[in-house]
């Protein structure tokens, strides 16, 4: 369920989603060059709607030819905005939270944990990679004084909308819910994403047993 900004309904969200898949390909691809159908075949969309979605920021190949693969990669980071250092505050200190910002410091994020938040006392104080966990009380100001735009909510389903809240009234302009409880904020410019990795889990199940039931055939 993802809570829109007004200012983001000209350009599908969906495009916008497609962008990463179409910059990983880009970013580990060898040759110099490369074509839509090359990008529908290696992310599993159409050539159609990879010439599409780039459309709607530009002309950036050339008929005949392709697309520059470096300059096109440089183009889709600045479209998400990857090159103007995107900050994030991890909230939720917790197993998941642990698992996502270890991940990022691993060197394979473009968006970077500039603060981890936690209320436990057994927690805050505490060290995670390079990082170390601070009081959710300072949240506001923690926020504002570091320039952070982006949350990740890993928090408990009833502490989850009062955290969102909070975070944008500080300023967050887009928040990725983990936590097991949709979350929305009043505020208009704040995309909301939540992902309910259960429910995930429960859609998946259909699809590996929905012909156990199926009787045998008759011989």
């Not at 998400?80 to 994030?88: F, R, S, T, Y």
């Not at 890993?154 to 936590?179: C, Q």
């Not at 949709?182 to 199940?205: F, G, H, S, W």
């Given at each position: 369920?993802?809570?829109?900004?007004?200012?983001?309904?000209?350009?599908?969200?969906?495009?916008?989603r497609?962008?990463?898949?179409y910059?990983?390909?880009?970013?580990?691809?060898?040759?110099?060059?490369?074509?839509?159908?090359?990008?529908?075949?290696?992310?599993?969309?159409?050539?159609?709607?990879?010439?599409?979605?780039?459309?709607?920021f530009?002309?950036?190949?050339?008929?005949?030819?392709?697309?520059?693969?470096?300059?096109?990669?440089?183009?889709?980071?600045?479209?998400?905005?990857?090159?103007?250092?995107?900050?994030?505050?991890?909230?939720?200190?917790?197993?998941?939270?642990?698992?996502?910002?270890?991940?990022?410091?691993?060197?394979?994020?473009?968006?970077?944990?500039?603060?981890v938040?936690?209320?436990?006392?057994?927690?805050v104080?505490?060290?995670?990679?390079?990082?170390?966990?601070?009081d959710?009380?300072?949240?506001?100001s923690?926020?504002?004084?570091?320039?952070?735009?982006?949350?990740?909510?890993?928090?408990?389903?009833?502490?989850?909308?009062?955290?969102a809240?909070?975070?944008?009234?500080?300023?967050?302009?887009?928040?990725?819910?983990?936590?097991?409880?949709?979350?929305?904020?009043?505020?208009?410019?704040?995309?909301?994403?939540?992902?309910?990795?259960?429910?995930?889990?429960?859609?998946?199940?259909?699809?590996?047993?929905?012909?156990?039931?199926?009787?045998?055939?008759?011989?």
């Amino acid at each position: 369920m993802v809570q829109r900004r007004a200012n983001m309904r000209r350009i599908p969200e969906s495009t916008i989603r497609r962008l990463p898949a179409y910059l990983r390909v880009l970013e580990n691809q060898k040759e110099t060059r490369t074509t839509s159908v090359a990008l529908g075949e290696r992310t599993g969309y159409s050539s159609e709607q990879v010439r599409k979605d780039l459309a709607y920021f530009g002309a950036f190949g050339t008929r005949g030819v392709g697309y520059d693969v470096s300059q096109l990669g440089h183009q889709i980071r600045h479209i998400l905005g990857l090159d103007k250092n995107v900050k994030a505050v991890l909230v939720g200190a917790g197993h998941l939270g642990t698992a996502l910002l270890r991940y990022t410091q691993s060197g394979v994020s473009d968006v970077q944990f500039a603060a981890v938040l936690d209320n436990s006392p057994q927690v805050v104080g505490s060290a995670i990679g390079s990082m170390v966990v601070e009081d959710i009380q300072h949240l506001e100001s923690i926020v504002t004084e570091r320039k952070i735009r982006l949350a990740v909510l890993t928090v408990p389903a009833e502490a989850a909308e009062k955290v969102a809240e909070r975070l944008a009234e500080a300023g967050i302009g887009a928040i990725l819910n983990f936590a097991p409880s949709p979350i929305l904020t009043d505020q208009d410019r704040v995309l909301v994403q939540n992902l309910d990795l259960t429910l995930e889990l429960q859609a998946m199940a259909y699809f590996v047993t929905e012909h156990d039931d199926l009787e045998s055939p008759v011989s």
